[in-house]
């Protein structure tokens, strides 16, 4: 018997077998009105993409999806939504997994899900603001490799059926994505909620407290990954001391510029 694919109460699901991006879908959707919550998802993307226009391999039989949502905050809040994907993905991971494979499951900031240190997962939030204070749609786009990934990327990669050995299909992935993320995403919504957010995702977390390298658009610094702000930057303790504020960049660990 297939797996069934469910989302929870209150989200609508929109299925695809090809398609160029979910996230570009997400946009089409809230063009046209659109309200949401509306979980996209498709068999496979011909233009996937991640992070900084970096391209997205989309083979059949790994998870690419994007959640269309109309948060009703402004763009910094609309931000930490970040947060609860990775939450939510690797809750979702680690329920796949078996347990020994899910205890070596963490969180790379900003937004990659590793298994032993290797990337298995991406996540792009793109948004829309119409000139006021709150953002109009916000587009969570969500790769999950689930049996495939790519073999030369900056960082080393895997999939759950590589790590595992157990093949998992795309519609258990999302039904255990879907929930998850709506259980987070209450948290939340809650007065305060980004705090219990950011406390979460740093118990999760690979790095804190040791040594990283950070490559931004212009300069690679190494220190000390010491925190996240109250708005999710990363906290880079330099090695004079001063505690340098992230809003975006690429993590390695230690301190050679590449994962070890």
């Avoid at 993320?181 to 740093?202: C, H, K, M, S, V």
């Amino acid at each position: 018997m297939p797996d069934i694919l469910a989302v929870p109460a209150g989200y609508g699901l929109n299925r695809h077998g090809e398609i160029d991006s979910t996230n570009e879908e997400a946009k089409r959707l809230a063009a046209s009105g659109m309200s949401g919550p509306m979980w996209i998802v498709a068999d496979t993307q011909t233009a996937g993409r991640g992070r900084r226009g970096r391209a997205w391999t989309s083979p059949v039989g790994n998870l690419m999806c994007t959640l269309l949502l109309r948060p009703g905050c402004g763009p910094a809040e609309a931000g930490e939504l970040s947060f609860v994907a990775g939450l939510a993905l690797h809750d979702a991971a680690s329920f796949l997994l078996p347990d020994e494979v899910a205890a070596r499951v963490s969180l790379k900031w900003p937004n990659d899900l590793l298994i032993d240190g290797k990337k298995a997962s991406g996540i792009l939030l793109e948004s829309e603001s119409t000139g006021g204070s709150e953002v109009s749609w916000l587009a969570i786009g969500i790769g999950l490799n689930l049996v495939h990934f790519p073999e030369t990327t900056p960082y080393p990669a895997t999939s759950l059926q590589a790590e595992s050995g157990i093949a998992c299909s795309v519609e258990s992935a999302l039904t255990a994505l879907a929930a998850a993320f709506d259980r987070w995403y209450a948290t939340w919504q809650q007065p305060g909620g980004f705090n219990a957010i950011r406390e979460a995702w740093l118990k999760r977390a690979r790095g804190v407290g040791q040594e990283i390298t950070v490559r931004l658009s212009d300069e690679t610094l190494v220190g000390t990954f010491e925190d996240l702000s109250e708005d999710g930057a990363l906290q880079l303790r330099l090695p004079s001391g001063v505690v340098q504020q992230i809003a975006a960049g690429d993590v390695f660990f230690g301190g050679s510029g590449a994962d070890r």
